[in-house]
């Protein structure tokens, strides 16, 4: 899928400024940071050029911790399952500065990191314990050429019974006839490695604590209910967006430390308004031009919420990024507008797809409007170093914080 935006970059943007986040409070990573194989195979993969030696340049340089590597669902995603303990503590070894938990509520309205309200049947072995009795809708065997479906929800279960559950993989067998295959679709270029045994689930609360405990920042997600609002008859929307933010006050939180993420512009604008705070950090995250045809418009929004007080903007990757007539990636029009009105952009999710080489025969969310400069694997140092240089982007959320602690740590980038 391609779009036709006129690229203003040319010329235009010179030299890329590196903007710091707000200044640590009390707030100091306590694990060394090691980057394994990854970075030095990636760079070896890349097109000769500047680039490249200067990455070259920097394989023996000592790992750090940099706020500039955003961890997605823990940051080692590609491997380990999602917002689990086990995936926070790999991300934090690679150098992630900052911690995702994806908050959604439970039947006893406590606040748990799943990535969905409504993803347990793909992301935990809820099928294969007592509890999928409990699920919205049961498991039900693929038949007669029609999938195998389940739906299971954080809030069809209290937290102690989220406790009882192990994290996986996320991906299902849309074939199986029993539970226990539906439970088996992690894609081939991702491993069970570390998901055969029992991922640690945990609540919000926990995360607070764990992530505190590993002296770094937090961005928790205000995820969109799966079921109608209010909940229960009295639990609204208001409530839900203030019990995140007094999780962080009542654990003691500098403000400063935490930048809450939604996808709903009235949930930001709550913030703003009743937690100015925690609202100055709030990131929006913008998913309304996932098409040629819609993507315009995500573009003009920008003055919109710009004059509504939103600081932060966070687009997926493809908004940033197009490619010149010789497919080279460079800064888009959606770009181009949120650093003219003076945005913090923080983008998502770098290493969430398959091998380049695959994307670029197969197409890919995360670079569809760039498909024509992505050919392999290297490329992913190109895609980074235009995100930092010319779109002077804060953050990145990668599945495998590695790939870019390096990059930060290479050009310095604190
Ligand atoms: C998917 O389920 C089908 C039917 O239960 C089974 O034959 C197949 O081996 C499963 N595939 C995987 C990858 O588990
Ligand atoms: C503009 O923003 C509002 C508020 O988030 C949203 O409802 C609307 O769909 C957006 N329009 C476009 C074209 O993105
Ligand atoms: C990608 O390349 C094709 C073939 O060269 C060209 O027709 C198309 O316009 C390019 N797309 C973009 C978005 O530049």
Redesign the pocket.
């Known amino acids: 899928m391609h779009i036709q935006v006129v690229s203003l970059a040319t010329g235009l943007i010179a030299v890329a400024q590196v903007v710091g986040a707000a200044p640590a409070a009390k707030c100091k990573p306590k694990r060394n940071v090691e980057l394994g194989p990854r970075p030095e195979y990636l760079i070896r993969d890349m097109d000769d050029g500047p680039l490249k030696d200067k990455l070259s340049s920097c394989l023996d340089q000592e790992a750090k911790t940099s706020k500039f590597s955003i961890g997605h669902r823990g940051g080692a995603v590609l491997q380990f399952p999602e917002e689990t303990v086990e995936s926070f503590v790999a991300g934090t070894r690679m150098g992630a500065g900052i911690q995702e938990c994806d908050v959604a509520f439970t039947a006893d309205r406590e606040l748990v990191c799943r990535h969905a309200q409504c993803d347990l049947h793909t992301t935990t072995n809820i099928l294969v314990t007592p509890l999928a009795a409990k699920c919205t809708t049961p498991f039900t065997p693929a038949a007669d050429g029609k999938p195998a479906t389940a739906r299971c929800c954080t809030s069809d279960i209290t937290l102690v019974e989220y406790k009882t559950l192990c994290g996986k993989m996320d991906g299902y067998n849309a074939s199986a006839t029993t539970p226990e295959d539906f439970l088996d679709g992690t894609a081939d270029w991702r491993t069970n490695l570390y998901s055969e045994q029992c991922g640690t689930v945990l609540s919000h609360k926990e995360f607070i604590e764990l992530v505190d405990d590993m002296g770094l920042e937090f961005t928790p997600e205000l995820k969109l209910p799966d079921v109608e609002m209010p909940y229960d008859g009295d639990y609204t929307q208001e409530m839900y967006a203030q019990q995140m933010i007094d999780e962080y006050k009542e654990a003691g939180i500098d403000p400063a430390r935490v930048w809450p993420q939604s996808f709903?512009?009235?949930d930001v604008a709550y913030w703003l308004a009743h937690e100015p705070e925690f609202g100055r950090q709030a990131v929006?995250l913008?998913d309304?031009?996932n098409t040629p045809q819609?993507f315009p418009?995500?573009i003009?929004?920008l003055s919109?919420?710009k004059e509504s007080g939103v600081q932060v903007i966070a687009p997926p990757l493809p908004y940033l990024v197009t490619t010149d007539e010789n497919d080279n990636y460079v800064p888009s029009e959606y770009a181009i507008t949120a650093k003219e009105l003076g945005f913090k952009i923080i983008t998502w999710s770098l290493e969430r797809s398959p091998p380049l080489k695959r994307v670029a025969e197969e197409g890919d969310y995360y670079y569809m409007y760039m498909l024509n400069g992505t050919k392999h694997d290297g490329d992913l140092y190109e895609l980074v170093d235009v995100l930092s240089r010319e779109i002077s982007v804060l953050g990145i959320f990668s599945d495998w914080s590695a790939t870019v602690t390096y990059y930060a740590n290479c050009f310095g980038i604190l």
């Open positions: 709903v512009f009235s929006l913008d309304k031009g819609t418009g995500a003009a929004n919109f919420y």
